[in-house]
């Protein structure tokens, strides 16, 4: 079992910054993908950003350029630093790990809204 655990969402207004923090807990040794979905309202849950299962990078393109997604070294945090927010980045964001089981890990969500 694996536990996330997120934190750093809140209010923001338009091209403003917020970072947002994930840590994993439990067998967090066997996470193979770790990254960030989100969910508007209404909307599907999609994908954000996420380190691959070996090591590399996926941005989905609105927010290529304005998002980073970061992890520490012992590759059981991961982070997202979000510059130049726009309105419609508004979204629940969760953070999702995968395990060498292929078993999908959610975190529990953290709102960001941004304002115009």
């Known amino acids: 079992q694996v536990q996330l655990v997120e934190s750093g969402g809140g209010l923001v207004q338009a091209g403003g910054s917020l970072r947002l923090s994930c840590a994993a807990s439990?067998?967090?040794?066997?996470?193979?993908?770790m990254g960030w979905y989100r969910q508007a309202p209404g909307k599907q849950r999609e994908l954000v950003a996420l380190?691959?299962?070996?090591?590399?990078?996926m941005y989905t393109d609105s927010v290529k350029g304005r998002f980073t997604i970061s992890r520490g070294n012992a590759k059981n945090s991961v982070y997202l630093q979000m510059n130049n927010l726009k309105p419609e980045d508004t979204a629940v964001y969760y953070c999702?790990?995968?395990?060498?089981?292929?078993?999908?890990?959610w975190g529990q969500g953290t709102q960001v809204t941004v304002s115009s």
């Open positions: 999702n790990a995968l395990n060498s089981l292929l078993s999908d890990y």
């Open positions: 439990g067998n967090s040794f066997t996470i193979t993908r």
């Open positions: 380190f691959t299962s070996v090591g590399t990078t």
